[in-house]
Structure formats: structure tokens, C-alpha cells
């Protein structure tokens, strides 16, 4: 289902506990993102995203 909820904020983020390499010619990797949040609307309007990866030690707040 495709949203068109007007892209008020600049920047989202969002903590997956996954992300999974699909293949590596050409680098390809899947997330799954729950189609009601706004990251996923995000992400079907640019066509990209970023993923970093937090130490255990990362703070919550």
C-alpha cells in the first residue's frame, strides 16, 4: 500500500534488529520495514536508504 503522506520532516530514522546481504555482484541487501511507518514511505519516495551498525554499547537516549 503506497502512502502519500506529505514529507513534512527532513531527516527519519528507524532501528531494525536486521538487515541481510542478498547478494554481493551487485551488493544487495534486504530490511524489513512495516509498510504503515513513515520511514517506508521515506524510503519508496527516494528510492534509497542508509543502514549503520550500533555498537552494543550505543546509548538509547
Known amino acids: 500500500m503506497w ?3 506529505p514529507m513534512a ?3 527519519n530514522g528507524q532501528i531494525v534488529n536486521t538487515v541481510i546481504q542478498v547478494a554481493s555482484k ?3 541487501v534486504a530490511v524489513a520495514i512495516n509498510k504503515e511507518n513513515l520511514t517506508c514511505d521515506y524510503i519508496r519516495e527516494s528510492r ?3 543502514a ?5 554499547d550505543a546509548p538509547w537516549k
Do not use: C
Open 48 to 50: 534509497v536508504f542508509a
Open 3 to 5: 502512502s502519500h503522506r
Open 52 to 56: 549503520s551498525v550500533l555498537g552494543t
Open 26 to 28: 551487485p551488493p544487495m
Open 9 to 11: 520532516k527532513p531527516y
